[in-house]
């Protein structure tokens, strides 16, 4: 099964940054975040890898991670001229893709544990309306206060970066072949119109969840957490 890692985003909460170099390129723990997804892949034996990336940034993932030999994987490249969208960026490899295919978002990190993910992927697939399998957390850390007030409109609760016990998509999952159908340049996201889509459909989606460690590197104070984490006790590096 190859794994598509979808790294052609232009990183707009990380600026300055992302001007100067690829987001997937960020250090963490002394290792850009793409080196460490690629050896989470290779771990779990997801060696046939598609990089999803933009042609501005080209060169630069060419040069460190060329065919993937040094990190004893295979590597093979989609680029895109402009963003199109999580979805439309696999729909533009769909050349590359020859059967159920798993998604990473480049910007995330995680030590989920992708074999448990393939063989609960494996139990569904020969199910007709199944659609594919989402890597989930059972619960996410808000960035920001959260607050409950009376019907006298007075705060009665405040709670800062609360934890909301909420299933919610840790951007990873394995999919059907078919799913790349679904996808047009007008819905070529993924959670906004591709799974909902599905769902509206009458298709199938099961979930994995993951109890492992999860960061997303998407905005400048997550990236630097995650940094800061992984330099203390490498729970992502």
């Not at 729909?91 to 910007?107: E, H, P, R, V």
């Not at 139990?123 to 409950?148: C, F, R, S, W």
């Amino acid at each position: 099964m190859k794994a598509v890692v979808i790294a052609a985003g232009e990183g707009e909460r990380l600026k300055p940054y992302s001007d100067i170099f690829p987001k997937i390129m960020f250090p963490v723990g002394g290792k850009p975040i793409g080196r460490i997804i690629v050896e989470t892949l290779r771990y779990y034996n997801f060696t046939d890898i598609i990089f999803c990336i933009s042609k501005q940034w080209s060169k630069y993932i060419h040069d460190y991670f060329g065919d993937g030999r040094r990190f004893n994987v295979n590597i093979q490249y989609s680029e895109s001229e402009k963003a199109l969208g999580t979805a439309g960026e696999v729909k533009n490899a769909q050349s590359l893709i020859t059967d159920d295919f798993l998604i990473y978002y480049g910007d995330v990190l995680t030590k989920i544990n992708l074999r448990e993910l393939y063989e609960t992927h494996i139990i569904h697939k020969d199910n007709p309306i199944y659609m594919g399998t989402l890597a989930v957390q059972d619960m996410v850390n808000t960035e920001v206060g959260l607050i409950e007030t009376n019907h006298a409109d007075t705060i009665t609760k405040f709670v800062e970066k609360a934890k909301i016990y909420q299933n919610n998509w840790s951007a990873i999952a394995i999919l059907k072949k078919k799913v790349l159908d679904l996808i047009t340049p007008e819905e070529n996201d993924f959670g906004t119109h591709i799974f909902p889509k599905i769902i509206k459909e009458g298709l199938s989606l099961k979930i994995y969840i993951n109890v492992n460690s999860w960061g997303d590197v998407g905005n400048i104070r997550s990236y630097k957490r995650i940094n800061e984490e992984a330099n203390k006790n490498e729970d992502y590096a």
